[in-house]
């Protein structure tokens, strides 16, 4: 006859990647929302790239945003979008305005950005249009 193997249950956890459920994730994501509220009703916000830790992929996947490219807008401001701010502070459970003054203020107090945003091009250096200039030489 053939040897007989006996398991033995193993008391050890699993190494690897945690695996929350789906309660742990909800409960998790409504922690973070009101950690993220708070801080902006406080007016203790100095910066919104505060705020990026607290913004979990799980919240970007429940908002249809890609957490990568909204984690960046934390950190650059000027990029977010008015269906953005919109969306971002509905989600949380606040005014936009609130969301729409740190923006702004943010924007105004950094002074290399304010003077990129003042900084346009001269139509006459464009390649584009180099063409129509030498046209209208001619005639």
Do not use: W
Request: proline share 3%; net charge positive.
């Amino acid at each position: 006859m053939g040897k007989s193997i006996s398991k033995t249950v193993s008391e050890k956890p699993k190494k690897g990647r945690k695996v929350k459920t789906l309660e742990d994730i909800q409960e998790d994501i409504k922690s973070k929302c009101l950690s993220i509220k708070s801080i902006i009703d406080s007016g203790n916000l100095n910066a919104l790239k505060e705020l990026e830790p607290l913004f979990s992929k799980a919240m970007a996947d429940e908002i249809g945003v890609n957490h990568g490219r909204f984690s960046n807008k934390f950190r650059n401001p000027v990029k977010f979008s008015v269906s953005d701010i919109h969306r971002f502070a509905y989600y949380i459970g606040f005014e936009p305005d609130k969301l729409s003054s740190q923006i702004n203020s943010e924007i105004r107090l950094n002074k290399s950005l304010v003077s990129a945003l003042k900084e346009f091009r001269k139509i006459k250096e464009l390649k584009q249009y180099k063409s129509v200039s030498r046209r209208s030489k001619t005639k």
